[in-house]
C-alpha cells in the first residue's frame, strides 16, 4: 500500500483545512487509517483514526472537537476536516495505515506516507 497525503497549507487561525490521503494498492478496506503530525522539535504525536470497518472513531484530546476523520473505502481515499485551527496546529501531518489492527501506537502501522505540510498564522 502506498499512501499520499496532500491539501495542506497556510491558513489563518480560526480557519480549515481539509486534508486527504489516497491510498493505491489492494484491500484498502481492511486497514485502518491514523492521522499523525509533526512539529518542529517536537516528537510525533497521534491526531485520529478510523477503523477499517470505518464505525469507530478516535481523536487525540488535542484535537477532539475541532478536527473529523472520514473515510471513502469507494475511493481508497481517507479524509481530515480540521476546524477551529490554532497556532499550535502546525506540523507535517501524515497519514498511516494498519491491517486489521485498531491501534494508535506509531509501531503499530504497517505503511506511512509523506507528510504534507499545514502552518496556521495567528
Known amino acids: 500500500v502506498q499512501l499520499q497525503a496532500s491539501g495542506g497549507g497556510l491558513v489563518q487561525a480560526g480557519g480549515s483545512l481539509r486534508l486527504s490521503c489516497a491510498a493505491s494498492?489492494?484491500?484498502?478496506?481492511?486497514?485502518?487509517m491514523a492521522w499523525f503530525r509533526q512539529a518542529p522539535g517536537k516528537e510525533r504525536e497521534f491526531v485520529a483514526a478510523?477503523?477499517?470497518?470505518?464505525?469507530?472513531?478516535y481523536y487525540s484530546n488535542s484535537v477532539k472537537g475541532r478536527f473529523t476523520i472520514s473515510r471513502d473505502n469507494a475511493k481508497n481515499t481517507v479524509h481530515l476536516q480540521m476546524n477551529s485551527l490554532k497556532p499550535e496546529d502546525t506540523a507535517v501531518y501524515s497519514c498511516?495505515?494498519?491491517?486489521?489492527?485498531?491501534?494508535?501506537?506509531?509501531?503499530?502501522?504497517?505503511?506511512w506516507g509523506k507528510g504534507t505540510l499545514v502552518t496556521v498564522s495567528s
Open positions: 498511516a495505515a494498519a491491517r486489521y489492527t485498531w491501534s494508535v501506537a506509531t509501531n503499530a502501522m504497517d505503511y
Open positions: 494498492g489492494r484491500a484498502f478496506s481492511s486497514y485502518s
Open positions: 478510523i477503523r477499517w470497518t470505518g464505525d469507530n472513531t
